[in-house]
């Protein structure tokens, strides 16, 4: 099942509040955090 662009932004949106990525405006990207890489390894 295919995600629109916004279903995108909203969960990388969330994402961000809960301090498991970072989102810079355009080449830079969003990058994983260290509390989002413990968080994978964990689950």
Request: charged fraction near 30%; aromatic fraction near 4%.
């Amino acid at each position: 099942m295919p995600l629109s662009e916004q279903q995108i932004r909203r969960v990388l949106t969330e994402l961000k509040e809960r301090g498991f990525v970072t989102i810079k405006r355009d080449r830079a990207g969003t990058q994983i955090t260290e509390a989002g890489a413990n968080y994978i390894l964990q689950n």
